[in-house]
Structure formats: structure tokens, C-alpha cells
């Protein structure tokens, strides 16, 4: 499939998601974050996302307030577990890209007010 033959996807705050394929078992997905944005706060029901930083560098903030955090370097994989609440922070000065794959059933995105309370 040509890169610019995507399909808009679910939408959350500051990302922008293109679907490549959709079976009735998982997604593949490209998303890209503007350079120092921020997502708004989500969680991806009952799917696991198994993901690869294309281009840039990879925030996560999640956990009570959202005071937790990892970041994943250009190149690197990283998983999100179903239910985690949790935004996607992109702290370079290029657009990042990832590669994600949604495993299970449900929603893809839940969009909520915040983390949760410490």
C-alpha cells in the first residue's frame, strides 16, 4: 500500500492516526505528533499496542497524575498495555512518526479528562 493511500483514523487530541489495514483481529496504524505537542489523554480499551518509533523521538506519560513517564528513542519498540491511561508527547524538534499495531477488540481510542488521582 503507497504511504499516502491511508485511511483516517480514530481521532485523539494533537495525533493523527492513519490506518493501513483493519482486520477483525488487531490494526496497523501510522501516527504522527507535531513537534512539541502533546496528545490529550486516552487509552485504547481491551487492545495492546505494539509499536516502532519511525522518525523522532517517543514520550509516554501515564500513571496517577500522570507523573510517570518513558521515552523510546528513533528506532526503537515499545508496547502499551490495554487500559493504561496515558498521553503521547513528542519533545524533539522534528515530526515524529510511529508504527502501531492494535491487538484485540473495541474501541481503538478512548479519549478521558485525565490520568487518574494520586
Not at 488487531?26 to 516502532?52: A, C, F, K
Not at 496515558?86 to 481510542?109: A, K
Amino acid at each position: 500500500m503507497a504511504p499516502d493511500a491511508l485511511s483516517p483514523g480514530d481521532e485523539t487530541p494533537g495525533i493523527e492516526r492513519e490506518v493501513a489495514f483493519a482486520t477483525d483481529r488487531g490494526l496497523l496504524i501510522r501516527s504522527r505528533v507535531e513537534p512539541g505537542n502533546m496528545t490529550g489523554w486516552h487509552h485504547h480499551g481491551d487492545r495492546d499496542v505494539l509499536g516502532h518509533v519511525a522518525r523522532g523521538r517517543a514520550r509516554f506519560e501515564f500513571g496517577p497524575e500522570g507523573r510517570s513517564s518513558t521515552d523510546v528513542e528513533e528506532g526503537g519498540f515499545f508496547h502499551v498495555p490495554a487500559r493504561l491511561v496515558h498521553r503521547d508527547v513528542n519533545p524533539e524538534d522534528v515530526t515524529q512518526e510511529l508504527i502501531l499495531s492494535f491487538v484485540g477488540h473495541g474501541p481503538l481510542v478512548v479519549n478521558v479528562d485525565g490520568p487518574d488521582p494520586g
